[in-house]
């Protein structure tokens, strides 16, 4: 049996337009709300997106 584990799905969000996309994070080893730099196809180019609840 597998048992609950500390990786949960986060929602990121674009800082630039309303783009959303999911993704999985380890709350234990990142506890911090992240941001990561990615390619928002909808002003198309590298944008901050970041972690909303």
């Not at 949960?8 to 380890?26: A, D, L, Q």
């Not at 992240?34 to 609840?53: G, I, N, Q, T, W």
Request: no cysteine; charged share 35%; net charge positive.
């Amino acid at each position: 049996m597998a048992k609950a584990g500390s990786r949960v799905t986060i929602r990121m969000g674009s800082t630039e337009s309303p783009h959303r996309f999911t993704t999985t994070k380890n709350k234990r080893n990142t506890p911090a709300r992240l941001e990561l730099r990615r390619f928002d196809p909808v002003v198309r180019r590298h944008v901050l997106y970041r972690e909303e609840k």
